[in-house]
């Protein structure tokens, strides 16, 4: 039986599954600790032994290519990670090492290109050939899939809108930049902005619930709606996609999908915005699952 193994590799978690081809129904799937804290090495025999794992308790051979998915991305032109979150894996060549350790081919993804091609071929956006899938949650980031494939870039960036400027001259970003999308949309930044307006520590769900009866909290959420519309506008009139799905905890703000489509319409370049703006389906399913999808 032909079937697609994918790996989600999480700084805590490294997770598997197995899909077979024309189901969307997963025939195993299994979970191990990462155990980051041991370096680089261990996190790839880790990988292995995972695989070795799935493969007694499935039953299933393992494929010739599987697909991962990473807290970061493959540099293409050097093969070696860069951006992750879990930073014993930058400047690895991680791709190469499964190769060398495991015997097998790999197709990697960074993890909003695997949520965005898992709810393109499997979840909210099912169907449709061109998608934009946006993680809001800690961090801001996004995925372009393209006729059920994910479109990584020369540099490996591609969809990457959490670093566009958004506030000219604004605050200070890790990436060396200022006022960038992240700064402003990731829930991080959205308690950040409320502290400062009211003096007061407040989660985003609070914030989000206060809405109606806290002014610092209303403040919030109308800088969230005017500049989330800005930003994704930016990507509506490059890509055009038919849907954008929005994943990570701010996608669960439901102002988006009603005053903020309303936000994104004002700033699109045509009298009519068609584009769907959506939740995702998948959960927490979309990482492992579209990192399988990548071998499809
Ligand atoms: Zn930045």
């Not at 790996?7 to 969307?24: A, F, Q, R, Y």
């Not at 599987?66 to 979150?85: Q, R």
């Amino acid at each position: 039986m032909q079937t697609l193994w994918g790996i989600d590799l999480g700084g805590t978690k490294i997770e598997g599954v197995i899909m077979p081809m024309d189901s969307d129904v997963p025939l195993h799937r299994m979970r191990i600790d990462t155990e980051s804290f041991n370096g680089y090495d261990h996190i790839v025999s880790r990988i292995g032994l995972l695989i070795d794992q799935m493969e007694q308790a499935s039953g299933i051979q393992r494929p010739s290519r599987i697909g991962v998915g990473t807290p970061g991305a493959e540099e293409p032109s050097t093969g070696l990670m860069k951006n992750c979150n879990t930073t014993c894996l930058n400047g690895q060549p991680l791709p190469g090492d499964i190769r060398k350790v495991l015997g097998i081919e790999v197709k990697l993804a960074n993890d909003a290109n695997c949520f965005a091609l898992a709810e393109a071929t499997l979840g909210a956006a099912k169907g449709a050939s061109n998608v934009f899938g946006v993680i809001m949650g800690t961090g801001v980031g996004g995925g372009i899939v393209i006729d059920g494939k994910a479109l990584n870039g020369l540099q490996g960036i591609g969809g990457e809108w959490g670093h566009n400027e958004l506030i000219p001259d604004g605050e200070p970003c890790y990436c060396g930049k200022r006022g960038c999308v992240e700064l402003v949309l990731s829930g991080t930044g959205l308690q950040k902005f409320y502290l400062g307006k009211s003096g007061q520590q407040k989660t985003l769900k609070e914030i989000v619930r206060d809405t109606e009866t806290d002014i610092h909290a209303k403040a919030t959420m109308d800088r969230l709606i005017h500049y989330f519309g800005k930003a994704i506008s930016v990507v509506i009139n490059i890509l055009d996609p038919e849907v954008i799905v929005l994943g990570g905890g701010v996608g669960n703000v439901q102002a988006l999908y009603t005053e903020g489509v309303k936000s994104a319409e004002k700033f699109v370049f045509n009298t009519k915005m068609r584009t769907k703006i959506v939740p995702p389906q998948l959960g927490d399913s979309a990482g492992v699952f579209g990192a399988a999808m990548l071998v499809r």
